[in-house]
């Protein structure tokens, strides 16, 4: 069906920039094309392009029977999209904020993630949407949803941070056999400082496998998300400190590459976690201990981390930049771990 | 006494329904004016073309500030039932300005917000809850004994998700005094009605659930109001969940960010011609209810009020950014951040 590519959609093929947004776009567009077993379902994904536009065009280039605006109901699709993938197909479902996953909670838990170890068969479905604080979203658009399904054995979870990232993983979540939600920063959409010119061939960034984003002797940080730019602003104020400071980019939490964090601390000796999410039952929790497992000798400072506050993500800007970790907030937590 | 003009009103009343829906058009045109002027925080919602069905709607109920009275959950595009139930003008604006001295410190946004006393509580962004809340709430008043109802308005969208389904099927089977106010606008964001129902009305849900239901034109007050006197004597007498659905058209996008191209523009030019605010002036006139400078006056006295309450919430303060890790727990604060613990270089807090 789909002949002629939408305009927007060819930024890559001209040799332009784009934006995450556009990244994850033209990683959908691209697997729809090579795989008609692909399709979308969500609420306001066809005529609307979705609510931050991620799928502009879709309805154009694919029909209404591969771009399926759905009736308000993430449960009742999510679950639709179990039966679709039992079938063969394969799915991508969007939520238009993660924060509304909750109702697909039970399904996505009790039935889609158990599938494969009831003998049901495997789950190639991929739920994606907007995560994440910092745009006075308030409490019920502005949530980070990992650690909900992270305690979830048989989901898989990845976050890009990075254009070619995102646009590499959700080519290869939607070719993987798993369940996988994809979490998509809406302060990263269109990030100008983003914007890079990708690969003009086709191309995937495995799920399962961490990035080291800069390297450094002193410190680790582990990060993902919008909180790897925060990063590595901090590690830049810090180079006139003589700190140097290794940032990974986890990329898939789940499941986590533990050997390219204990590889690291090991060679550093010192561990800071970093995540937008909040504090308790973070996933700094899980690293450290999977660090104290595998490399507590090698450690020379206690691990720590920066997260955001044990709270509901609040609405007004002063508290939300409050509740938020900040790059200040990584420089001093650096500063103390580096003369620990 | 007064001399009943319309159904069971007598003049003040009239004008007071006028008055209602003059302060829910000027109360939002000055939001987009705020909006303008960078005072405000994140989205904007408007209620255009549907200030009549929330307004003719709460006015049907017993509204007190004691506690004692009926009880209402509305939406964003219910701000007249808010004010009806006595939801304060400066607060409103201060929740959409994110102000500390807000109802929600800043926390949460819109009309987001509870007042116990005065008998409402505000909706959370995940559609279909609060029919599951209400109908706790009216179980309530079935268990106490007392003599109360409570209304709950959500949009066609709404209505396809399983919590809209289990709340009032709860309040059917329960036989809450709870009367759901079906805003019939043709919209869910961008979806129009057919892409959440098969069906012509929501009132054909209702057989389903075994609960009584009436459609009504929702651009005009007065049959509002008289539509849910019915439902609300019905939920009142033991006949338990009532449903009333409000025919009418969402003339603006979902929000301020919306600018609702999808829409055919002739229908949206159709529905303005049907403007519920220019329906009942017109009416108010044409049975002489009112002269014209009456009306005109209320106008602009709503107009002023607007404006001074948005000063005032203008010239607030923004929130204490410390203050996030307060009310997540009634007997706990949360740990400040260490990275920020300037009085202290205790990790643990």
Redesign the interface.
Known sequence: MSQVVPEHLQKTARGEEVTLLEAISEGLYEEMVSDDRVFLMGEDIGVYGGAFKVTRGFLEAFGDRRVIDTPIAEGGFTGAAAGAAHMGLRPVVEMQFMDFISPAYDVLTNYIATSLYRGAGPMPMVIRGPVGGGNRGGPFHSQNIEMAFFHTPGLKIVYPSTAYDAKGLIKAAIRDDNPVIFEEHKGLYRAPALREVLPAEDYIVPLGEARTVLEGEDLTIVTYGAMVHKSVEAARTLEGDGVGVEVIDLRTLLPLDEDAIVESVKRTGRLLVVHEDTRTGGIAGEIAIRVSERAFEWLDAPMLRVTAIDAPVPYSGSLEDYFLPQVDDVVKAVRYLAAY | MAENLSPGLDRDQLLELYRALCLTRAAEERLELLQKQGHM??GLYRSLGQEAGAVGAAFALRRRTDGTGDFLAPTVRAVGALFLFGGDLVDFFRQYM???TGP?K????NV?WVDYQKGFVGP????GTMLEVMAGITLSFNLRGEDRVGMVFYGD??S????WHEGLNFAAVQRCPLILMVEANQW????PTV???RLESFTEKAPGYGIAAESVDGTDVLAVYEAVARAAARARSGEGAQMVELRYFRRLGHAQHDSQD?VDPALIAEWAARDPLELFHTRMLDRGWAPEGELLAIRQEVEQECEVAAEQAIAEP????????DD?YTDVS???????AEISDS?SA
């Open positions: 925080t994140g994110a102000r500390a929600t800043g926390r949460e946004a987001h959370v962004s995940p559609l969208g709404a396809s998700t399983g919590a869910a964001f961008s979806s892409k959440n129902t999808y923004m929130p204490f950014g410390p203050d996030a890790v997540v949360m740990p400040h951040p260490w990275t920020r990790r």
